[in-house]
């Protein structure tokens, strides 16, 4: 008898996704709990590894050999019961692994350093290195080195320290093994351990040496050190004399400066002394003063200043206030959505339930979708609940995110604002998460697992009775359409929190510009409305969903385009450093002079991006200050706040940008948007184009008109007939909603039927063809023994729409649920491509399986 458990091992193999019964051992078995981080014997060798306690048993049921745990690495356990569960949820829901799931979880920064230990057979300890001599007839050169290495490091190496000192011994003895002429550091250092593994099990069934596996856990936090005396001064004196304990002087005047200040932080007393920290370690040795240790949080620093408006809630404002916050403790209630244009206050809506929450010992969690969206909104956040904010998202340290969440579970932070990946935050009391512009398409994670945080929140309500609010000016259709089906329940603000009217878009014609002459990316209805601006001393946004200086180069003699070496994409140019950059894997190079092709001088840039724009409105518009804000101005930590702050501090006239200025700004004097070109998007291939299209025109014209001035929005198009520029202009929601609704009913997009894609990589396109076969040939046969015989919901094989990425081709299969349950498809998928994986593939190829993909490309 005694106690067992069933843990995941801390590995990303598909293999060790399972629960591995381990037994306890009798002096952690009133200590082991379930969601602890514990360290067990893993594979033949029993390497110490990190594994998650999922259950606990009080026997072994099923008689397997089992294996006892090593330690508890963790007072208290990393996961609670309810974490558990809801990685058992999204494992089987996303079609991932365990790991994957843990470590959305888990608090970033904690670490395991294990290592082999090499040390002598006690039956030679003791042993004297010159009595190796009389070990030479017995032993082999290379026993002899490993012997002679661990006496000289005091009986004791480490692995990776003998591999060290192998290589530099047969460098100095010049030996010619193939190994030793292995050039990169990584491999030799592999190929050196693997050889040195096998001699060394050889060396330990001689009783010549014992091989043992230790381990460091660490984890990424900050201790800070605070001096003070032991005992007060006129005992310390006595102490001292009777003693006869002898100081230096600087020992004297440290001993001083602390009898009249109490618990100074070491390094301030080593900088203001200028003593070293050797001479206060001795003081400590002698008994005279002590150390006390606390944490250190490090803290997210935002340099964005937000003025603070007076605000006066409206009618509506207030409805959903009362609307939310009476409902908080129903166990019935839905998921909240407010559809609310552009302007009309939202933000101080998720305040108030917020202030509310709190009041009742609720926490709370905002997120916005991008790190866009967070200077502004963590100023005004911490501009009325001070300390309590914390922010998480990808920008952050390991060590910054560590901290953070340590926080959370101590209850220093009690609303945190971050990116999608916040909602698996450690409250202890989560009452309410916000999903501000929950129709961004990032809210949909594109790595493992391939989670929808709006279908995770969702989760929460159910299981957790959180209360779940989902803010947008645009929604997207199949979230509108389950509000409409009474799945959330639908809360409307009609009117601006400032009672201004939405700003009047007009739409210009740019076929007719072009009849006109005008070939520039301005039209003259644009270029005039910005000078009057600049000239009432009033701010401009210009829009273009296009970062770089051009969309693609090519040459004019022969038409060879410049493309990625990695990619099946062209290059963007970016006229700064006069490279092409490829914006899907990095890889760039100088463009050349002459064309590679055909050595014709006629290369050239073609296409608009907002590096190009920029340096033309600054031709265009002489003496004006132009700001631009995309991915590349914005890729050093701070910028983003840097380039926001000075447009608010109006030490810019112009700002230009892609979708990252489209939404949760707030400037009080811009009053004209200029959207440079619908058609970029509206023209994108995919089924979801017109959507976006509606979403990112509407968001980026809510830019304007903010304040006490009214707001103008120009938009340029090719295309002024299109029903979704009509919609747009009208700010008519409803209408584009009916619209789109039909056509995914008609196509059995979503929401109708679910999208599940499988994609199938790797570096050889021959190879990825013939897996992307076998997978539709074992699909085909599965279903066919079911008694299915019409495929029409396979589509495909077919290469990607972007064929190859970072050297990988890409061949995808979509299924849609159309006349067959979604479960049995997500079972035989997860069959064929997680458990018979090795059967079915060969190992060179990946697999990526997404439910309802934001895209197909």
Not at 25 to 35: M, R, T, V
Not at 270 to 296: G, Q, R
Not at 481 to 504: D, M, V, W
Not at 782 to 799: H, S, V, Y
Request: hydrophobic share 35%; charged share 30%; net charge neutral.
């Amino acid at each position: 008898m005694g106690r067992y458990v069933k843990v995941i091992v801390k590995n990303n193999s598909q293999y060790t996704d399972n629960l591995f019964t381990y037994k306890v051992p009798e002096f952690l078995q009133d200590e082991i709990c379930l969601g602890h981080r514990v360290l067990v014997p893993f594979g033949k060798g029993n390497k110490p590894i990190e594994a998650y306690v999922f259950k606990i048993m009080h026997n072994n049921d099923e008689g397997v050999d089992t294996k006892d745990i090593y330690d508890i690495l963790d007072e208290r356990p990393t996961l609670k019961r309810e974490d558990l569960e809801l990685i058992h949820w999204m494992k089987n829901r996303y079609l991932c692994t365990y790991m994957d799931c843990i470590n959305l979880i888990i608090p970033k920064g904690y670490k395991l350093n294990n290592y082999k230990l090499i040390t002598l057979h006690p039956s030679l300890k003791g042993i004297e290195p010159y009595e190796l001599y009389d070990l030479s007839e017995q032993l082999s050169e290379n026993k002899k080195f490993v012997l002679q290495k661990v006496l000289d490091n005091k009986g004791k190496i480490k692995l990776d320290k003998l591999v060290d000192k192998r290589i530099e011994y047969s460098a100095q003895v010049a030996e010619d093994e193939e190994i030793y002429q292995v050039k990169d550091k990584k491999t030799l250092k592999r190929k050196v351990a693997d050889n040195l593994n096998s001699l060394l099990y050889k060396m330990k069934e001689e009783s010549l040496i014992d091989l043992k596996w230790e381990y460091k856990s660490i984890k990424n936090e900050i201790k800070i050190c605070y001096v003070s005396l032991k005992m007060n001064y006129v005992d310390m004196m006595f102490y001292i004399k009777e003693n006869k304990i002898r100081l230096g002087d600087k020992q004297k005047q440290v001993l001083e400066f602390l009898k009249n200040n109490d618990d100074v932080e070491i390094n301030d007393l080593v900088d203001l002394l200028k003593a070293s920290k050797s001479t206060i370690n001795s003081l400590k040795e002698k008994n005279l003063i002590e150390f006390k240790y606390e944490d250190f949080y490090r803290k997210t620093k935002s340099n964005f200043n937000y003025q603070n408006k007076e605000v006066v809630l409206n009618e509506e404002q207030n409805y959903a206030i009362e609307k939310i916050t009476s409902e908080m403790f129903d166990e019935e209630k839905k998921p909240y959505m407010i559809h609310g244009v552009t302007g009309s206050g939202k933000t101080e809506v998720y305040m108030e339930v917020i202030d509310y929450a709190l009041k009742q010992g609720l926490d709370s969690i905002v997120l916005v979708p991008e790190i866009s969206l967070t200077p502004q909104t963590i100023a005004r956040f911490k501009n009325r609940f001070k300390d309590i904010v914390g922010v998480f998202h990808s920008r952050l340290s390991e060590g910054e995110k560590h901290d953070v969440l340590r926080e959370i579970k101590k209850g220093n932070i009690r609303i945190l604002i971050g990116a999608r990946s916040a909602i698996f935050a450690p409250f202890n009391s989560l009452g309410v998460v916000i999903v501000d512009e929950f129709h961004e398409s990032s809210y949909k994670s594109d790595k493992n697992p391939k989670f929808s945080t709006l279908e995770v929140g969702r989760y929460l309500v159910n299981k957790r009775n959180i209360t779940l609010v989902l803010g947008s000016a645009t929604p997207s259709v199949e979230e509108y359409y389950r509000a409409k089906t009474g799945e959330y329940e639908l809360i409307e603000l009609k009117k601006r929190a400032n009672n201004k009217p939405l700003p009047k878009i007009e739409v210009v014609d740019m076929k007719e510009e072009l009849k006109c002459g005008n070939r520039s990316f301005l039209s003259n209805k644009l270029r005039l409305q910005i000078e009057e601006e600049i000239k009432n001393n009033n701010q401009v946004i210009l829009f273009l969903n296009r970062r770089g200086y051009s969309s693609f180069v090519s040459c004019r003699e022969c038409g060879y385009v410049f493309k990625c070496k990695n990619c099946d994409i062209s290059l963007t140019y970016h006229k700064k450093q006069n490279i092409g950059k490829c914006h899907y894997c990095g890889y760039e190079e100088v463009i050349p002079q002459k064309c590679p092709e055909c050595e014709s001088k006629y290369v050239k840039a073609f296409g608009l991006g907002t590096e190009k724009i920029e340096e033309e409105i600054k031709q265009i518009f002489e003496g004006v200050r132009v700001l631009r804000l995309d991915k590349d101005t914005t890729s050093q930590k701070h910028e983003l706040e840097n380039i926001l702050n000075k447009f608010q501090n109006r030490e810019a006239d112009i700002l230009i940008g892609t979708q990252m200025i489209s939404k949760g700004l707030d400037f009080n004097h811009v009053t004209l948007v200029g959207i440079l070109s619908a058609d970029m998007m509206l023209n994108f291939p995919d089924f979801k184009s017109f959507e976006n299209t509606f979403q990112l025109v509407t968001q980026v014209s809510g830019r304007a008109g903010r304040s006490e001035k009214e707001g103008k929005v120009i938009l340029q198009t090719y295309d002024s007939e299109s029903s979704v520029i009509k919609r747009i202009v009208d700010y008519d929601f409803e209408g584009f909603y009916e619209d789109e609704i039909k056509i995914r009913k008609l196509f059995n997009y979503t929401p109708f039927n679910n999208m599940l894609s499988v994609v199938i990589s790797g570096k050889n396109e021959l190879l990825v063809k013939k897996n992307i076969t076998n997978l539709y040939n074992n699909i085909v046969y599965l279903l066919t023994e079911r008694g299915i015989q019409d495929f029409d919901f396979i589509l495909g094989p077919n290469p990607c729409s972007i064929s190859k990425i970072n050297s990988n081709y890409r061949w995808q299969i979509l299924f849609k649920d159309d006349n067959i349950e979604i479960n049995l498809l997500k079972g035989i998928i997860k069959y064929i491509c997680i458990t018979k994986k090795d059967i079915v593939f060969d190992k060179d190829v990946n697999i990526s399986i997404d439910i309802n993909p934001n895209s197909i490309l």
